[in-house]
């Protein structure tokens, strides 16, 4: 049954992250790419959204889990909702860089 935390996990992460976004482009945590590292609007703009949408990815996820567990077997189960999870996780990649894009010029600068 460990499996059952990981969507808890992600949602308590992503609370964590938005109670205590990272204030500066640093090299141990926050959402970390080319663009997001532009400007410190970049910065946060990016590590607000990212971190919203693990908390949506942890309740999907944990909402997923509890269906699966009474309708699959075990194992079948830790292995959809391991893959839900890491799906997710990896989409919220490039939506967050397409809304940096609409958002900000490539030096970082608001569009708007």
């Known amino acids: 049954?460990?499996?059952?935390?990981?969507?808890?996990?992600?949602?308590?992460?992503?609370?964590?992250?938005?109670?205590?976004?990272?204030?500066?482009?640093?090299?141990?945590?926050?959402?970390?790419t080319p663009m997001s590292r532009k400007s410190q609007e970049t910065w946060d703009f990016a590590n607000q959204l990212s971190a919203k949408m693990i908390v949506g990815i942890?309740?999907?996820?944990?909402?997923?889990?509890?269906?699966?567990i009474y309708s699959l077997p075990t194992e079948s189960a830790i292995n959809f909702s391991v893959i839900t999870l890491i799906v997710l996780l990896i989409a919220h990649i490039p939506y967050v860089e397409h809304r940096l894009r609409n958002e900000f010029d490539n030096n970082g600068n608001p569009i708007n």
């Open 1 to 32: 049954m460990i499996h059952l935390v990981f969507g808890p996990l992600m949602t308590v992460m992503g609370l964590l992250f938005l109670n205590f976004p990272p204030k500066s482009n640093n090299a141990f945590y926050g959402y970390r």
């Open 58 to 68: 942890g309740i999907i996820t944990s909402l997923f889990q509890i269906l699966l």
